[in-house]
C-alpha cells in the first residue's frame, strides 16, 4: 500500500507541475497569437513528444506498445480525445479573455468535482479531511466570484470575471473526464493509450481550427519555443497522471494533487506577466489551492 500511494503521490505532482507550467505558457502565446492557434501548435508538439516516447520504448528500449485489440475501445478513445479538445477550447478561451492567476484556480476544482462523482458512484471510502477540503474549495470559489463592495452594502451579487463563464463550464466537463479515464484506463498500458488519446485530441482541434479558418502559422520567431513547451509540459502531466490511474487505485490522491497546478501557475503568473488580483480575489484563489492540498490528505 505504501509503494502504490507512493506512485500515487509522484503522479499527482508530476500532473502538478506539468499542467502549472503548461498553463502559464499558453497565457504568454495566447496573447500573440490568440487562443486556436495557440491550442493547436501546443498540441501537435504534444503529440510529437508522446510519439518519440513511443519509439523510444519500441526501438531503444525493445518494448511493445500495447493496441487496443477492438472497435468498442477505438470509439471510446476518440471520445475522450475530442471531448478533451472542448475543454481546452473553453479554457483557453477563457484565459484569452481573463486572467489566468484567477483562471487557473477556477478551473483547478475539478479535482473536487472528480471526488464526489467517484464517492457517489463508486463508493470511494472518504475521510475528514475531504469534506473539509471540498467545503473548503466551495469557500475560495465564492471568494475568487463574490464582488466584496456589494457584499458590505447589503447587495450580494457575482462578479463577471472576464473567461469565468467558458472556465466554469469547462471545470465541470473535466471533472467527468477525468473519473471516466481514471476507469478507462485501469490496468491499461497508459503510454498508448495516453498516445492515442493525445493524438485523437489534437486532430480534432486542428480539424476546428480548419473550420474556423484560424491561420496557424502567423507565428513570430519569438512564440515558438513556448508552443513548444506547451506541448512537453502537458505531455509530462499527461503520462503523469495516466501512470498513476493505471497503476494504483488512488484516484483522489492523483486528481487532487494534480489538481492543484494553480499554485505554480499563479506563482509564474505574478513574477513574470505582473498580472494584478484584488486581495479578497487573491484569498480566494490560495483557499481553494489550500481546499485541494487538504482534500489529497485521505
Given at each position: 500500500m505504501?509503494?502504490?500511494?507512493?506512485?500515487?503521490?509522484l503522479?499527482?505532482?508530476g500532473?502538478?507541475?506539468?499542467?502549472?507550467f503548461?498553463?502559464?505558457?499558453?497565457?504568454?502565446?495566447?496573447?500573440?497569437i490568440g487562443?486556436?492557434?495557440?491550442?493547436?501548435?501546443?498540441?501537435?508538439?504534444?503529440?510529437?513528444t508522446?510519439?518519440t516516447?513511443?519509439?523510444?520504448?519500441?526501438?531503444?528500449?525493445?518494448?511493445?506498445?500495447?493496441?487496443?485489440?477492438?472497435?468498442?475501445?477505438?470509439?471510446?478513445?476518440?471520445?475522450?480525445?475530442?471531448?478533451?479538445?472542448l475543454?481546452?477550447?473553453?479554457?483557453?478561451?477563457?484565459?484569452?479573455?481573463?486572467q489566468?492567476?484567477?483562471?487557473?484556480?477556477?478551473?483547478a476544482?475539478?479535482?473536487g468535482?472528480?471526488?464526489?462523482?467517484?464517492?457517489?458512484?463508486?463508493?470511494?471510502?472518504?475521510?475528514?479531511?475531504?469534506?473539509?477540503?471540498l467545503?473548503?474549495?466551495?469557500?475560495?470559489i465564492?471568494?475568487?466570484?463574490?464582488?466584496i463592495?456589494?457584499?458590505?452594502?447589503r447587495?450580494?451579487?457575482?462578479?463577471?470575471?472576464?473567461?469565468?463563464?467558458?472556465?466554469?463550464?469547462?471545470?465541470?466537463?473535466?471533472?467527468?473526464?477525468?473519473?471516466?479515464?481514471?476507469?478507462?484506463?485501469?490496468?491499461?498500458?497508459?503510454?498508448?493509450?495516453t498516445?492515442f488519446?493525445?493524438?485523437?485530441?489534437?486532430?480534432?482541434?486542428?480539424?476546428?481550427s480548419?473550420?474556423?479558418?484560424?491561420?496557424?502559422?502567423?507565428?513570430?520567431s519569438?512564440?515558438?519555443?513556448?508552443?513548444?513547451l506547451?506541448?512537453?509540459?502537458?505531455?509530462?502531466?499527461?503520462?503523469?497522471?495516466?501512470?498513476?490511474?493505471?497503476?494504483?487505485?488512488?484516484?483522489?490522491?492523483?486528481?487532487?494533487?494534480?489538481?492543484?497546478?494553480?499554485?505554480?501557475?499563479?506563482?509564474?503568473?505574478?513574477?513574470?506577466?505582473?498580472?494584478?488580483?484584488?486581495?479578497?480575489?487573491?484569498?480566494?484563489?490560495?483557499?481553494?489551492?489550500?481546499g485541494?492540498?487538504?482534500?489529497s490528505?485521505?
Open positions: 505504501q509503494t502504490e500511494l507512493l506512485v500515487a503521490i503522479a499527482g505532482l500532473g502538478m507541475l506539468g499542467w502549472g503548461a498553463d502559464f505558457f499558453a497565457k504568454k502565446t495566447i496573447d500573440q487562443d486556436i492557434a495557440s491550442l493547436a501548435w501546443g498540441h501537435v508538439f504534444g503529440t510529437l508522446l510519439l516516447m513511443v519509439f523510444y520504448q519500441m526501438e531503444v528500449r525493445g518494448k511493445e506498445i500495447a493496441l487496443p485489440e477492438n472497435p468498442q475501445t477505438w470509439i471510446f478513445m476518440i471520445i475522450f480525445g475530442v471531448m478533451q479538445a475543454i481546452y477550447f473553453l479554457v483557453y478561451k477563457g484565459f484569452g479573455k481573463g489566468v492567476g484567477l483562471l487557473s484556480p477556477v478551473f476544482a475539478f479535482s468535482i472528480t471526488a464526489v462523482l467517484s464517492i457517489v458512484f463508486f463508493g470511494e471510502i472518504i475521510g475528514g479531511y475531504l469534506l473539509v477540503g467545503v473548503t474549495i466551495f469557500i475560495g465564492l471568494l475568487v466570484n463574490i464582488d463592495k456589494a457584499f458590505f452594502s447587495r450580494l451579487r457575482f462578479t463577471r470575471i472576464p473567461g469565468f463563464k467558458e472556465v466554469a463550464f469547462a471545470t465541470l466537463m473535466a471533472g467527468l473526464w477525468t473519473l471516466s479515464w481514471d476507469v478507462f484506463i485501469g490496468g491499461a498500458d497508459w503510454l498508448s493509450y498516445f488519446m493525445y493524438s485523437f485530441m489534437t486532430f480534432a482541434i486542428l480539424v476546428a480548419a473550420v474556423q479558418r484560424v491561420d496557424l502559422f502567423a507565428v513570430k519569438s512564440i515558438w519555443k513556448f508552443l513548444i506547451i506541448g512537453v509540459c502537458e505531455t509530462f502531466a499527461y503520462l503523469a497522471i495516466s501512470l498513476g490511474y493505471s497503476a494504483t487505485p488512488r484516484t483522489s490522491v492523483v486528481a487532487l494533487l494534480s489538481g492543484a497546478f494553480s499554485l505554480p501557475t499563479i506563482i509564474l503568473a505574478r513574477m513574470f506577466l505582473k498580472e494584478k488580483i484584488t486581495l479578497i480575489q487573491t484569498v480566494g484563489s490560495l483557499i481553494i489551492i489550500v485541494i492540498m487538504m482534500l490528505v485521505l
